[in-house]
């Protein structure tokens, strides 16, 4: 006989997903791995079948898929309020550290000491860039010969967006036409692909182990069952969260305002993200340096290594983005320079994070039977295959940026900055050869570049 596990009352999870906001490191894979063992292995309140069933829906939609597997657990355990306070959990403590580290950054950032772990920092990130392109490109791509197409798409990508400077959302459309039309023409191809984890198997219980809270054979929950009354009230207040605070915001500074521009921008990008946020991150600098003018392409990649040292997904550094941006365009006026930039990182991360929620509460249960069908999944492989592309130019972007000192002769004459390349270089190794984590990667090159600056 095995233990039937009791029902966790919602302070319980509440404990817990505040818990989770300050541990959540590693990225995304990072924070599926720490919410599979807590939740499946340790507390046993969710089954290997459902918890990776609830993760193969969240990798179908843009966001953060972390973010969001947190939000469909609590959800399915305590209804929607249950989404609502693990999801936003998930994000907040992210977003107060990094308003707190970007305070810093733009009031101390020219200090000696705090300009050399930047140096150093700025390496990392490019490998940890170089990472992503490894670890998306070698699920989606799989060999030439078996999907040649999804690597013809990565190409084109590349060329599109580092050559001919195509807006990342025009890339995304194409994509996606290529594996609707290739669902119809030629499936094998993006069968091949895709990004799911797999079907969960049922597992059959020892004598005496616990059972899960929501096991295999445990009922979808009532609340859980589409039903179409329910879907248009959740599309009617996620419509309306998004209506009034724009509408304020349009009041307040006019539709041509930096915050409201920062709230648009940010909805849009939010629709973007398939492929995590490094796919997205081309568009934000496009935007947010190349069009608005709200920070630098250096302050962009300070801004993501930043990201990197804090718990919460990585799409967080729009916070540092809006920080910055309400910063520089000193949206509350010169006298209120830190308010006016806490007001922007807040006004950005609702915009970015409010579809995801609305994604899972609204669509839960009615995406969840789609689930599989290839004429939905093809569109989604060719997209992720395009994000391989659209990454492998961010990293080209970033190690140009950093290894190139305009102006100044570096360490091996010319222009440039060889101590920087041999930093990400040896980053690249130790996450890519010897699997290194995130944060000791990080640390030892802010150390690097605290030494070399001091020089």
Same mark, same amino acid.
């Given at each position: 006989?095995?233990?039937?596990?009791?029902?966790?009352?919602?302070?319980?999870?509440? !404990?817990?997903?505040?818990?989770?906001?300050?541990?959540?490191?590693?990225?995304?894979?990072?924070?599926?791995?720490?919410?599979?063992?807590?939740?499946?292995?340790?507390?046993?309140?969710?089954?290997?079948?459902?918890?990776?069933?609830?993760?193969?829906?969240?990798?179908?939609?843009?966001?953060? /898929?972390?973010?969001?597997?947190?939000?469909?657990?609590?959800?399915?355990? =305590?209804?929607?309020?249950?989404?609502?306070?693990? %999801? @936003?959990?998930?994000?907040?403590?992210?977003?107060?550290?990094?308003?707190?580290?970007?305070?810093?950054?733009?009031?101390? *950032?020219?200090?000696?000491?705090? $300009?050399?772990?930047?140096?150093?920092?700025?390496?990392?990130?490019?490998?940890?860039?170089?990472?992503?392109? =490894? !670890?998306? *490109?070698?699920?989606?791509?799989?060999?030439?010969?078996?999907?040649?197409?999804?690597?013809?798409?990565?190409?084109?990508?590349?060329?599109?967006?580092?050559?001919?400077?195509?807006?990342?959302?025009?890339?995304?459309?194409?994509?996606?036409?290529?594996?609707?039309?290739?669902? !119809?023409?030629?499936?094998?191809?993006?069968?091949?692909?895709?990004?799911?984890?797999?079907?969960?198997?049922?597992?059959?219980?020892?004598?005496? /182990?616990?059972?899960?809270?929501?096991?295999?054979?445990?009922?979808?929950?009532?609340?859980?069952?589409?039903?179409?009354?329910?879907? @248009?009230?959740?599309?009617?207040?996620?419509?309306?969260?998004?209506?009034?605070?724009?509408?304020?915001?349009?009041?307040?500074?006019?539709?041509?305002?930096?915050?409201?521009?920062?709230?648009?921008?940010?909805?849009?990008?939010?629709?973007?993200?398939? %492929?995590?946020?490094?796919?997205?991150?081309?568009?934000?600098?496009? %935007?947010?340096?190349? =069009?608005?003018?709200?920070?630098?392409?250096?302050?962009?990649?300070?801004?993501? $290594?930043? *990201?990197?040292?804090?718990?919460?997904?990585?799409?967080?550094?729009?916070?540092?983005?809006?920080?910055?941006? *309400?910063?520089?365009?000193?949206?509350?006026?010169?006298?209120?320079?830190?308010?006016?930039?806490?007001?922007?990182?807040?006004?950005?991360?609702?915009?970015?994070?409010?579809?995801?929620?609305?994604?899972?509460?609204?669509?839960?249960?009615?995406?969840?039977?789609?689930?599989?069908?290839? =004429?939905?999944?093809?569109?989604?492989?060719?997209?992720?295959?395009?994000?391989?592309?659209?990454? @492998?130019?961010?990293?080209?972007?970033?190690?140009?940026?950093?290894?190139?000192?305009?102006?100044?002769?570096?360490?091996?004459?010319?222009?440039?900055?060889?101590?920087?390349?041999?930093?990400?270089?040896?980053?690249?190794?130790?996450?890519? !050869?010897?699997?290194? %984590?995130?944060?000791?990667?990080?640390?030892?090159?802010?150390?690097?570049?605290?030494? @070399?600056?001091?020089?």
């Amino acid at each position: 006989m095995s233990a039937q596990q009791t029902q966790v009352s919602f302070a319980e999870a509440f !404990r817990f997903w505040l818990k989770l906001g300050f541990i959540s490191f590693g990225g995304p894979a990072g924070q599926i791995a720490i919410m599979h063992r807590e939740l499946v292995e340790q507390r046993r309140w969710i089954s290997e079948s459902r918890f990776l069933h609830a993760l193969n829906y969240c990798m179908l939609l843009p966001g953060p /898929e972390a973010q969001q597997l947190a939000t469909y657990i609590g959800w399915l355990m =305590h209804r929607s309020w249950g989404g609502i306070v693990a %999801g @936003a959990l998930f994000v907040l403590p992210s977003l107060f550290i990094l308003i707190a580290l970007s305070w810093v950054y733009v009031a101390f *950032g020219n200090v000696p000491w705090v $300009a050399g772990l930047l140096y150093g920092i700025k390496p990392a990130v490019a490998a940890i860039v170089l990472q992503a392109v =490894h !670890r998306i *490109g070698s699920k989606t791509l799989k060999k030439p010969a078996v999907a040649p197409v999804l690597w013809v798409i990565a190409a084109m990508s590349f060329i599109a967006i580092y050559a001919f400077n195509i807006p990342f959302p025009w890339i995304v459309l194409g994509a996606a036409l290529i594996g609707w039309l290739g669902s !119809r023409w030629a499936p094998a191809q993006f069968a091949a692909g895709g990004g799911g984890h797999g079907a969960a198997k049922a597992v059959v219980l020892a004598p005496g /182990e616990r059972d899960w809270l929501i096991g295999d054979t445990t009922p979808t929950p009532a609340h859980a069952r589409f039903k179409s009354s329910r879907l @248009a009230t959740v599309l009617a207040v996620g419509a309306a969260l998004w209506l009034l605070p724009m509408g304020t915001l349009v009041a307040w500074q006019g539709w041509d305002g930096a915050v409201a521009q920062m709230a648009w921008f940010f909805t849009k990008a939010a629709l973007l993200t398939f %492929g995590g946020a490094y796919a997205v991150l081309p568009y934000v600098y496009q %935007g947010a340096v190349e =069009h608005f003018g709200w920070l630098t392409g250096t302050q962009m990649i300070d801004g993501l $290594a930043l *990201g990197e040292t804090t718990p919460g997904p990585l799409i967080m550094v729009v916070a540092f983005v809006g920080f910055v941006g *309400g910063w520089t365009k000193e949206v509350l006026g010169p006298d209120a320079l830190f308010l006016g930039a806490a007001l922007a990182a807040t006004v950005v991360t609702w915009f970015t994070f409010l579809p995801s929620f609305i994604f899972i509460l609204a669509g839960g249960p009615l995406v969840e039977s789609t689930h599989g069908k290839l =004429h939905l999944t093809a569109p989604l492989t060719a997209i992720t295959a395009a994000v391989v592309g659209v990454i @492998a130019s961010l990293a080209l972007f970033f190690i140009a940026h950093i290894a190139i000192l305009p102006g100044a002769t570096g360490t091996f004459g010319s222009r440039v900055d060889g101590v920087a390349l041999l930093l990400t270089a040896l980053a690249a190794v130790a996450l890519l !050869r010897f699997k290194v %984590g995130v944060i000791p990667v990080i640390a030892a090159c802010a150390l690097a570049g605290l030494v @070399a600056s001091a020089r």
